[in-house]
């Protein structure tokens, strides 16, 4: 898998002047099922979050409120996202890099994941990444 499956996927919205809704479904909306959620908040500004892969983990990120930017880099791409709304979810594969920046004040990042956390499932280190991926 490559940087290529990594994608915005759009979630269903119902429209209301009351407030919109978006919901999620595993496996329906979402290319996983869900074992975890989590998220990020109070980030203060300049702050870099991620910067690290995982081997076997999917995972969706959601700019809930504000916005920030996720680059992904598969080691021989990368690409830069900016999310900036709550009914976009940014769909990570296993075996990428990725980096979080440019948060907005008061900003949310939640993430749906398909395992629960473990930390034998993280590179940490970006040479380890690049030497388990492409060998070199
Ligand atoms: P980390 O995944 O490095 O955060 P980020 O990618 O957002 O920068 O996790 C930071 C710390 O929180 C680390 O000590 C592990 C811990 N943690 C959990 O205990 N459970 C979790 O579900 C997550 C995501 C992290």
């Avoid at 892969?53 to 990120?61: D, F, M, T």
């Avoid at 009914?87 to 296993?94: F, I, T």
């Amino acid at each position: 898998m490559t940087i290529e499956n990594c994608k915005i996927i759009e979630l269903p919205k119902i429209q209301d002047p009351r407030g919109n809704l978006t919901y999620i479904e595993g496996g329906q909306h979402i290319p996983f099922d869900i074992q975890r959620v989590y998220y990020l908040y109070d980030v203060p500004g300049g702050a870099e979050r991620g910067g690290h892969a995982h081997k076997g983990l999917h995972q969706l990120i959601i700019a809930m409120s504000g916005s920030f930017d996720v680059l992904l880099d598969d080691g021989k791409d990368k690409k830069r996202f900016h999310l900036n709304r709550s009914y976009n979810g940014l769909y990570v594969c296993p075996m990428i890099w990725r980096e979080l920046d440019n948060f907005s004040s008061g900003s949310v990042c939640m993430v749906i994941a398909s395992n629960r956390y473990d930390e034998e499932d993280y590179y940490r280190e970006y040479g380890a990444f690049m030497r388990s991926r492409w060998g070199h």
